[in-house]
């Protein structure tokens, strides 16, 4: 069963910068497109950022501009870095696998907690 592995949430503060990693074991990340999500309390998931497997990334308005998706096959790691945090960015961010080469299921990670106090 291929796992999911979040690190890097944490508390900061507004302005703020915070790195998330996610990696991958078992699957074959190069099948994978990736992508990172968020759910507040009280609030649907929403996509933050997706990286196809060759290396093109995708924003919402929300956060176009400020965070940055990346990806390394080789470490089977995706990363998001978060610039210029505002508090509406709180959150657990939980990265996702969705396979585009072939058929498989699609993977989740269990998220990290972000806060971004004001």
């Known amino acids: 069963q291929a796992q999911l592995v979040e690190s890097g949430g944490g508390l900061v503060q507004a302005g703020g910068s915070l790195n998330l990693s996610c990696v991958a074991s078992t699957i074959t990340f190069s099948y994978y497109a990736m992508g990172w999500y968020r759910q507040a309390p009280g609030k649907r998931r929403e996509l933050v950022a997706t990286?196809?497997?060759?290396?093109?990334?995708d924003y919402p308005d929300s956060v176009k501009g400020r965070f940055t998706i990346s990806r390394d096959n080789t470490k089977k790691m995706v990363s998001l870095q978060m610039n210029s945090l505002k508090p509406e960015d709180t959150a657990v961010y939980s990265c996702?696998?969705?396979?585009?080469?072939?058929?498989?299921?699609?993977?989740w990670g269990s998220g990290t907690q972000v806060t971004v106090s004001s």
């Open positions: 996702n696998a969705r396979r585009t080469v072939g058929y498989g299921q699609d993977y």
């Open positions: 990286i196809t497997n060759g290396g093109t990334s």
